[in-house]
């Protein structure tokens, strides 16, 4: 590890406060790519370094099992070991097991890994509607009122001053029942659930002195990152583990709060001097990350919901490119036209792995695989298919366990190499995207791992292993190459060179079920935390309708930056300005493509005539210029083609490729 002094010179002076603020209680309040997990990350290594605490005393906390890896990794990068980094769950759950036998005897409970089961089966009790999308809504107002602390006897007269309202269509009185029942099957399945985790703890520390003081000695130096998000549970749980000690740092940004419908208070950053008087507060708003452009657009989306304690971001890097604004005419056209835009990016040399795509709802994220599909590039949908599980990774992770245990030879990056191999990896990738594909992917992920753990802190093969087993149990996956499809929600904390906004439309952006202010509020942060994943390019836009009619509107989250045309013009002056600036555009940059346009055009004309169908539904004339330029020989080429899916591949296909061929006959 550095020493002290020459930690600091990482830092800038903001973050060096951060870092050198050692003892008492601590307030970060960090906006979005201001370094605030390098500034956390160094007041640990520097209080460590100077004496102040033993790794072994330090107790970080996380939202997310990926943060916690990630902040491990940057720990160990500083030569810093043994400080225990968990999320709130897992933390507590060491604890509860540990102790378990101590304070209640036996073994603990299994945790259920879901609730639907045991909601159901309550509701059914009780003559409740148990569909599944009523299931989904009563399970997450129980997740609500337990990690806000509201017992069921007390639910129906805290949730109408919460302003909760109905859930299913069952008035407060009918969720209390719920809730009752819902404990009452626990019990009879002897199985607890995750905030059981924490409320069993918060209950073994009130109720065990001998073992809270036992648990204090342990941790005396405690880090909570995203503060914004702690619920009541939580905060409680927290205060137990703290007792009468103020070593705390807290880290957050209220303007990304944007889990409140799960029960999560800002309150507790907001309002962090409060509790502790006399707290340090600082400030870290030099963004690292994004441009100017994007983030004066950021700062311009959050500027009306302000909330209390929010910092107003400052770009530290060059001007770069303007943000780009895009309105469709569909939702098909809409993926299509990213699509583009991503192969363009690739053709500059962009890595897939740098560029996302984000949507307020996981339904949105199917039209994208399309088209990603059928231009056939590699993606990912976040949160889907868990990295470690994949074939491929388990048997990599077998034989480098097997390998660890010999005498290779040369550096970590070779003996990885070398193991890939003998699995039939090889440098280049495959031509086309599909299993072959990614399974490559997969495998060059590990690779790219190894690259990085060499170069920051030459770590061994071994070591490798032990990264890789730690990663798999946090489920912190390695970056793949393909572009990353990923709801609003799961782009918190993570980042991209390119970014595209899709969907910002009423009734997505805002949902349609932010039904008052203070949930439109939370989906106004929500798009500030889309906006900001972007580190250079950023594009926002939105299908205008399905393509027949323009029913849809902007977002009113996006009248402030969006452009205005210089002169209001109709839906069909602007399609007819677009279909003549594309028709000359072709013309001048394909001329020797026209012949066989126009052929594809009269086609379409006699085949819409047959079917009795507009002859754009038939094929677009934009799609009909890629035939032209392409000119596909097969099927899988054709399939290739923007604007083409497999219904329209299979009704036709063939006649496309017979006129194609004739053409190319002469």
Known sequence: MDSADELLEYLDPDQRQVATYTRGPLCVRAGAGTGKTRAITYRIAYAVATGVVQPSNVLAVTFTSRAAGEMRSRLRDLNVHGVSVHTFHAAALRQLSYFWGTAVGGRIPPITPSKYALVSQAAGKLGLPTDKVSIRDLTAEIEWAKVSLIAPEDYAERAVAAGRGEVAGQPPEEIARLAKSYEEVKIDRHTIDFEDVLALTVGMLLDRPDIAREIRAQYRYFVVDEYQDVSPLQHRLLQLWLGERKELCVVGDVSQTIYSFTGASSSYLAHFTNEFKGAKVVELNRDYRSTPQIVAAANNVIEDDRSEGAVELHSQVASGRPIEYRAYPSDEDEASGIVGEILTLKSEGMALSDIAILYRTNAQSAQFEAALSQAGMSYSVHGSERFFARREVREAMASFHAAARGEGTGGLVTQVRSVLRQMGWRDEAPDHAGAARERWEALSALLELATHMQEARKASLSEFVGELEERAQMQNAPA??????????????????????????????????????????????????????????????????????????????????????????????????????????????????????????????????????????????????????????????????????????????EEVLAIVAQYMRG
């Not at 209001?568 to 007819?576: K, L, Q």
């Not at 003549?580 to 126009?598: N, Q, T, V, W, Y």
Request: with cysteine; proline share 3%.
């Open 480 to 653: 793949v190459n393909g572009v990353t499809l990923c709801s609003l929600h799961a782009a918190k904390g993570l980042e991209w060179e390119a970014v595209f906004l899709a969907g910002m439309s009423e009734r997505l952006m805002p949902i349609s079920l932010a039904k008052d202010a203070a949930a439109k509020a939370e989906e106004r942060r929500l798009l500030y935390v889309g906006i900001t994943r972007a580190r250079d390019r950023l594009q926002i836009s939105y299908a205008t309708g399905n393509g027949n009619r323009a029913n849809r509107k902007l977002s009113r989250f996006l009248t402030g930056i969006w452009p205005r045309p210089e002169k209001e013009e109709s839906r069909t002056t602007s399609y007819r300005r677009r279909r003549k600036e594309a028709a000359a555009a072709f013309e001048s940059e394909h001329a020797e493509d026209i012949p066989l346009f126009e052929a594809l055009q009269a086609w379409r004309l006699d085949k819409a005539r047959v079917l009795q169908r507009a002859p754009y539904t038939i094929f677009h004339d934009t799609t009909l210029r890629a035939i032209a330029v392409a000119k596909p020989a097969s099927i899988q080429r054709l399939g290739r083609v923007r604007g083409i899916g497999s219904a329209k591949l299979q009704a036709f296909g």
